[in-house]
């Protein structure tokens, strides 16, 4: 099968979701059972076999029709089946079953939006938010919800950075719903809806719906606002009001713009707002001399409470007026008289750097951090000495804040332009053997930290080793946290036997615990890809022993898969789904299955048992309907063995246009394409899939094929050709054999 990137290609899988807060959680955590029959939920798991099947059903001999069914008809035919069993189980309180049928009956027929209801709906009373969100973001796009729904249903693709899909289901909505009001549903979603026009720098919609927003603020009785929903939906208020005057200044509406600064300042108090707030709406107005006096007062009252903001607009202020040199001559007077201001600092900072008077941005920088130390004032410092091209300044400072934080974060991109700057690495290298040379004590544990960690990003691996055992001999507490980062970043850097050796001294000198999930984990990953697959299977059970977090749950089946023990691995994911696949209340848990059923679907394709591979990825989708990658895979499986194949096309289409440069999904493309006889139209797909520099072999071996069919042997013969020495890679041995044969073929019917 053609791997997508959804499955075992995935070496360190990492996936999170920041949850929503406020009125967010309070929304997608409160529903109410709409009987008491549907209150209790099952937790057995869907077997591998057709949901629609019940117990004690006998073998229907299949009837031979006259006309036989469009492809359309049979899957609106099994949507109904389906969504008959979903009936019949929710009736008996078989809830999963029920919720996975439900889900199902819709995914063959999106008309059945009935299905999708009823499984938004379950979902909910079964306390599954999450599901019952990514259900409901699939039904916000059919048609109208209820407000909850839909909300829910929002919240969920924005987090998904979806945001198109989120406003086009805000809108439609909208065109019916109006502005909901009295509905504090309905003002969140406003809320929701402003923030993500405004991201998209929309101003114009993004402040019609901020502008509900604040009517309902004003007037929250007409909304159904209590005392606490309102201060859920204001959240960080200084925040919320921040965004609408932003909104409103840049869509011009600015009495509204007006009204939400003053209900600001009323609230807030504060001076400073109350002077870049007046100046930043004057500024808008055009009226630069008034907003340029609010700020000279802003900076004569030594106010700081607005961050580097007012001095920004300082800035366009006096450039309006054709004076923005005046700018620095300015942030000097007021830094004389506030010495204690950071922001002012900064700002100030920014200007000489903007003249590159790097020398004197660095003393700023430097006075900033002997008085308060912060990520802001390392980054300037570096940023200013390295535009000086000063080595042994540059390891100080880089010393002192990697030896304070334990890594190069704290340094940002300025981390990364070093790494860039061979001569300058280079330059910082030799400072720090000329100092070690002259006295070990001359480069403290924060320098030879640093040069460890910027030598590994820069993949200068010996001198990365010399540094690391370098920091661990000038603090030895510190050497199981060292070995664990060294051997992390050699994994990050595809040395897996270097990965290996490291991890493994960390384990066996006992510098961490032996059994410490994580490091056993990566241990096992770098073994197994070296081929040590025994060891590797070690520190995979280790990994996965006691209360290891569900994330690291498949690694002793991955190794398993690895070397080849299909059976095995087989039996590893299996019993690691039907652990998991009961838990819906705990973090991780859903995604872990999700992996595992995932590679249990591609562990049954090279066992040769496609109907499990495909049940499993149907299961897949019933709980992530809107997984790309997934419906690549079952689309491409179908379309491999000839059948469904005008929904495989459209699930494949769908895949493409989320990712169109993913060579897999444009491969599955041109595949199905053939599968449905259109060659010259899979020949293009397929030609794009094998564009890159090292084409897979496979997609290779379809192109041959298309090219074949188009009726263009010798480009067939030469794409074969071609598949066959990209497939000595990674041996195939059924492809290649079938490659061959097909070259023979032609060989052999070639005229004399």
Avoid: C
């Avoid at 019940?54 to 049979?74: C, I, K, N």
């Avoid at 055992?469 to 050497?479: F, G, H, M, N, P």
């Avoid at 999700?594 to 049940?615: T, W």
């Amino acid at each position: 099968m053609q791997a997508s990137g959804t499955t075992m290609r995935r070496l360190l899988y990492k996936s999170g979701r920041a949850t929503a807060a406020g009125l967010v959680i309070v929304l997608l955590a409160s529903a109410a059972a709409p009987t008491a029959a549907t209150a209790a939920a099952g937790t057995s798991s869907p077997k591998l076999v057709d949901p629609s099947r019940q117990p004690g059903d006998d073998e229907v001999a299949p009837l031979a029709p006259r006309r036989p069914r469009t492809e359309d008809q049979q899957d609106r035919l099994h949507s109904l089946s389906l969504f008959a069993a979903a009936r019949m189980a929710d009736r008996a309180r078989q809830h999963d079953k029920a919720l996975t049928l439900y889900s199902r009956a819709f995914r063959y027929d999106s008309h059945n939006v009935e299905a999708l209801s009823r499984a938004v709906l379950l979902a909910r009373v079964l306390g599954r938010h999450t599901l019952a969100a990514r259900l409901a973001s699939e039904l916000v796009t059919r048609g109208p919800v209820e407000p909850l729904d839909l909300l829910r249903g929002i919240i969920y693709l924005r987090q998904e950075e979806r945001i198109a899909a989120a406003l086009a289901a805000y809108e439609k909505a909208s065109a019916v719903k109006g502005d909901g009001a009295g509905s504090p549903v309905w003002v969140e979603l406003h809320k929701q809806a402003g923030e993500m026009y405004l991201s998209q720098k929309d101003y114009v919609r993004s402040a019609a719906a901020l502008a509900r927003v604040l009517a309902a603020l004003k007037n929250p009785d007409a909304h159904g606002l209590d005392a606490e929903t309102l201060k859920l939906i204001q959240g960080d208020a200084d925040l919320l009001m921040a965004e609408m005057a932003e909104t409103f200044i840049k869509a011009q509406r600015l009495e509204l713009a007006s009204e939400v600064i003053e209900r600001a300042i009323k609230v807030s108090g504060d001076d400073g707002l109350a002077l870049y707030g007046r100046a930043r709406l004057a500024a808008a107005q055009k009226r630069h001399d008034e907003a340029r006096e609010l700020l000279e007062a802003y900076l004569e009252k030594k106010l700081a409470s607005q961050g580097e903001a007012p001095y920004q607009l300082l800035g366009e202020v006096l450039a309006a007026q054709n004076q923005a040199p005046q700018l620095k001559v300015k942030l000097q007077r007021a830094l004389a008289l506030d010495g204690e201001n950071q922001a002012l600092s900064q700002a100030l900072a920014a200007q000489y750097e903007a003249d590159q008077q790097w020398a004197e941005a660095a003393a700023l920088h430097r006075r900033q951090l002997t008085r308060k130390p912060s990520t802001a004032a390392f980054r300037g410092l570096v940023r200013a000495v390295r535009n000086q091209q000063e080595p042994g300044p540059l390891l100080d400072v880089m010393g002192e804040a990697v030896g304070r934080t334990g890594g190069l974060g704290v340094l940002g991109d300025e981390a990364v332009a070093i790494k860039n700057q061979k001569e300058l690495l280079d330059k910082l290298v030799a400072e720090g053997e000329r100092r070690l040379a002259l006295k070990p004590e001359k480069l403290p544990y924060g320098q030879r930290l640093a040069l460890a960690l910027l030598a590994m990003e820069a993949q200068q691996f010996e001198v990365a080793k010399k540094f690391f055992d370098l920091a661990i001999q000038a603090d030895e507490e510190q050497k199981g946290a060292l070995l664990s980062t060294w051997g992390l970043s050699l994994i990050a850097a595809e040395q897996y036997a270097a990965a290996a050796d490291v991890l493994q001294r960390a384990l066996t000198e006992r510098v961490v615990d032996s059994d410490n999930p994580l490091l056993n984990y990566y241990l096992a990953a770098a073994l197994s890809i070296v081929g040590r697959n025994e060891a590797a299977l070690v520190a995979a059970r280790k990994a996965v022993a006691g209360d290891a977090p569900p994330d690291l749950a498949g690694r002793a089946a991955w190794v398993l898969y690895r070397a080849k023990q299909y059976e095995d691995a087989r039996k590893e994911y299996a019993e690691l789904i039907k652990k998991l696949d009961p838990v819906h209340d705990k973090p991780g848990v859903r995604d872990a299955v999700r992996e595992a059923r995932l590679a249990l679907s591609h562990v049954y394709v090279l066992l040769n048992d496609m109907p499990q591979a495909e049940e499993l990825l149907e299961q897949v989708l019933d709980e992530f309907p809107d997984g790309i990658g997934v419906r690549n895979d079952l689309g491409y499986l179908w379309a491999d063995q000839g059948k469904h194949l005008k929904r495989a096309h459209k699930m494949i289409q769908e895949a493409v246009a989320a990712e169109p440069d993913n060579a897999a999904y444009r491969d599955s493309l041109g595949w199905v394409l053939y599968r449905l006889g259109r060659y010259e139209e899979a020949v293009k797909e397929l030609e794009r899939a094998a564009a890159g520099e090292k084409p897979d072999g496979v997609v290779l071996d379809h192109l041959g094929d298309a090219l074949d069919k188009a009726g263009r042997r010798e480009e067939a013969v030469a794409a074969w050709k071609r598949a066959l020495e990209a497939l000595q890679a990674e041996p195939d041995e059924n492809r290649v054999r079938w490659i061959k044969e097909k070259l023979e073929k032609i060989r052999m019917t070639k005229p004399e």
